[in-house]
């Protein structure tokens, strides 16, 4: 349960950094904390002693059924920062043992509890960090809050989509197919977007849902402009072998940008702090994919599994090998498998 | 009365010297030679249930017992797990122990206790096309049966020697002879194509492991033998093969291997299938039969099949993405267990051969057991006109490595395309 606070008209943090007048300048700050450690309430010390309990009398309120009608009082003197129990049920709690004293003094940035309500007291000289700077202004990932932008998004994706369905196609034109499978992609993408539609109100207090599917737009079509990019590198250089590989770079990157984007949408966090997350969930996503792939490459299968481009013949750039050159390369086979009956044994 | 007796005698002769009605022999061969006939039973030794069965039948008078080798394969595949006994159709079994092996023919030679005494004799001639024979084995577990059904030859579209007889021998009976009416052993049951086309195993073969096996050759090492049986088998039909130049197809402008000897034989057609907008003529040509190994394998058999694929209406990346589909899942049957083979290790590139852009891929298992035996897979696409592609495969079971590789080479440089 988080405690409900009311009483000096508790500032907002960006509020509590605005000190107007440095004559009536406070002496500090008594930050009230969530369990997560966040700033959820703040109330300005100037010189005279604060009385913090349930009762509305006090200076500050609190909400919580642990904490007495008047059950701290916190005041100035020439030590510092001085809180003292008013003989209190739970009493006061201080440092990291939490052990009950009548009578402590706090240094800033110093911790105390009483009932289920954690403070903090921070000086008004206390170091801050560098001031961000904004450069979301610039950011590329604007672009989606642009609704050109977003119907360039869905009209690339749905064009790429077709065109691909029609490559895979060795039979007419079937518009019932086609507008089958457009739609099955299109409930993916939907179903995606609102994923993450769904975290952005609950913390950004905004569905933008448009946004995300457009991130998701972007990210499909990205996605299969790799694997096809992909696929014709091997063919014209000869590397069919590669291309598990050049995928799997193409997932991780992509994965990990479309997270980011999403992510950017749903918290105010760093950029660097984004990218760790994007990255940590890009990893596990292409790393799951990876282990399960390794994984059916162990199993036993009597069939022949490889890799196998063919594009037309202009796009072929690598030259071919003679017959000789070809099936010499049976030698390297035949240490291949004899290695694994010979491990077996 | 004399002369009555005269008539008597006469007619008597008659009688004798005319050749009695089938249905009389059947029932003459049955009742004197069903004692020397016995089911093989092959046995899991910890619940001594029946894990299969098969017949045979006695050849010496000290106790030899010749059956199929597929009927006692497990013997030899899980020593130690199974053992055979036989079953006389009167009662009586015994413990059998295996002896010898002909795996390419598809024989085993046992010696069983208790079954000294009566034998079959082995026939040395071949019969006379049309010889009416009689086969006895133990159908579906049904009991000793015989079979009536005439001889017909040796087959010729064999790779290895097989009689073809006219009559049903049905599983179950693999294994039991099939006997002329003096009673002596022409063939031994091996197989069936259903419809009253059934083989066997030419009684030579009996003979030869007969002959080797007292003589104190093969035994000790079986999974040894059958190793050397079989790559000796493949020398012989792959210096065979490889010996002349191939056979040739004509397929629009490309000149194709084709049946190669008398024992593999091509079928092919041309097919549209509902509304593609590709024509397909294949050709695909294989052996017509194969060297049992075990349950989940089966050795020493040639296959290869020539696809060419047309267009009118499908662009250039349309037809190439359909050929990227298709090479990568050919329509292949392949065999083998973990236990038996390896898998698949496979290398792919370009090949350019008498100026003839190709793309191949070539792979290659190799068998667990019987060390230097491999399958090899080739797969080889030509788009040599820009609406118009070939795709070729070739699968060798059961050879050397360097008759795999022979082979596989010499079937790509005879690919040639006549423009």
Known sequence: MEPLVSGNEPSSPSEAVNAADPAQAPLGCLELLDRAGRVVGRFPLAGEALRLGRAYDNDVVLDDPYVCPHHLEVCWTDEGLAVRDLESVNGLLVGKGEKREARALVPSNGRFRIGRTTLRFRSRDFPLPPTWVDRSAHSPLRLFERPWFLALAYLATLAHLVLGLHLES?????????????????????????????????????????????????????????????????????????????????????????????????????????????????????????????????????????????????????????????????EDLRRRVDAEGAKKD | MKRLSILTALLWMLAWSSPAPAADLSEEVFARYKDRVLQ????????????????????????????????????VNHPGKYRAEYQREGGGSGALELLGLDVVNDLALLRGAGLEGDFFGLEKGRPAKGEHLFSLGNPFDLGLTIVEGTYNGLLEKSLYEKIHFT???????????????????????????????????????????LKRVTSGKGGADLQREIRDQLFANQERYMAELLGKPFPMVEMNGFALPGELARYIQCWGDTRQKGEQLYEASYQGCASSDDIYLSEELSTGGISFRHELFRTGELG??????????????????MEGDEESVTRFACTTGFLDHQGVPYKNTLCLRGYKKLEGLYDLFLTTLSQARPKEALHSTLVLSGVSFENALSFSRAYQEAIRWNP
């Not at chain 2, 294994?175 to 009416?181: A, D, E, F, I, S």
Request: hydrophobic share 50%; proline share 5%.
């Open chain 2, 40 to 75: 093989v039973r092959i046995l899991d030794q910890s619940s001594g249930s029946k894990a299969g069965i098969g017949s045979g039948f006695t050849v010496s008078s000290e106790g030899h017992v010749v059956t199929n080798y597929h009927v006692i394969a497990e013997l």
């Open chain 1, 170 to 330: 060795v039979e007419p034109f079937d518009g019932l197919h086609l507008a089958n499978e457009v739609l099955a992609a299109l409930a993916v993408l939907l179903v995606w977007a609102g994923l993450w539609a769904f975290p952005s109100k609950l913390v950004a207090h905004r569905w933008n849902f448009f946004i995300h599917s457009g991130i998701a737009c972007a990210g499909l079509l990205g996605l299969g402009l790799w694997e096809t990019a992909a696929g014709y590198a091997c063919f014209a250089l000869d590397l069919d072998g590669a291309l598990p590989l050049l995928e799997n770079i193409g997932y991780f990157t992509l994965v990990g940008g479309v997270v980011y984007a999403h992510l950017s949408y749903v918290t105010a966090a760093a950029p660097l702090r984004l990218a760790r997350w994007a990255l940590a969930i890009a990893l596990v996503l292409v790393g799951l994919e990876v282990l399960v792939a390794q994984l059916e490459q162990r199993e036993f299968s009597d069939s022949p599994n490889y890799t196998f481009t063919l594009k037309p013949p202009a796009f072929r750039w690598a030259p071919g090998a003679t017959a000789e050159e070809f099936f010499a390369r049976a």
């Open chain 2, 316 to 333: 250039a990346l349309r037809f190439a993405g359909f050929l990227e589909r298709h090479a990568q899942s050919p329509d292949l049957y």
């Open chain 2, 167 to 209: 009559g049903s021998i049905n599983p179950g009976m693999s294994g039991g002879p099939t006997l002329n009416r003096a009673g002596r052993v022409v063939g031994v049951n091996v197989s069936t194509a259903g419809n009253q086309v059934s083989f066997l195993v030419p009684v030579r073969f009996v003979e030869r492991l």
